[in-house]
């Protein structure tokens, strides 16, 4: 299977109308967004195989823990064929936190490239939640926000692990390349205000 390369999603202050507008809108949804690194996780059931990629179309060199490894055979099983999904490698960038993966999205299930469906479509295939129960470092995102996305932001960033929000549309379609990452049209990135990240 061809690596693709993920959309990036262009970046918003939360003070910006634009915020407040996605925030009031209910085709648009928020999920806090993951000190991590992007991942493209690829997987075939068949052959029993997991692989991890960053947004550049490289292999990380990363081997999870027994724990993961354990998430991830099961996550297998609740897969079909060759799959490939949009997530987050949340392992050492922040104090404590190592072995963990976060699932958005997904960009090609049983074979079959999913551009066309909507993001609303392409979440319903992933695994049932108690995969996540029982799997804790294996996860979907925390919460999704349907509204009030400045009460939410300032809520979950004090957390440290998590730097901001992703708002996505719930009818957004993938633009997917196999050259590089494309900016998207469905997307928009908001991160809290400090020294590394200035609007």
Known sequence: MNFLYPERPKLININQPLFEKLSNDPKWVAEPKYNGNRLVLMTDKDK????????????????????????????????????????ELRHNKVLGIKHRIVLWDVFVWDGELQVGKTYHERRGLLPRTELWEEHPCLSSPIVQCTSNF????????????????????????????RTAGQDSNWMVKARRPSNSYRF
Request: aromatic content about 14%.
């Open 150 to 177: 400045k009460y939410f932001f300032d809520l979950h960033t004090k957390d440290p692990e998590i730097e901001g929000f992703v708002i996505k549309s719930h009818d957004g379609k993938l633009n997917l390349s």
């Open 48 to 87: 029993d195989d997991v692989q991890f990629w960053n947004r550049h179309g490289e292999k990380f060199s990363y081997t999870p823990n027994k724990d993961l490894v354990d998430a991830l055979e099961d996550f297998l099983k609740e897969t079909k064929g060759q799959c490939m999904f949009d997530g």
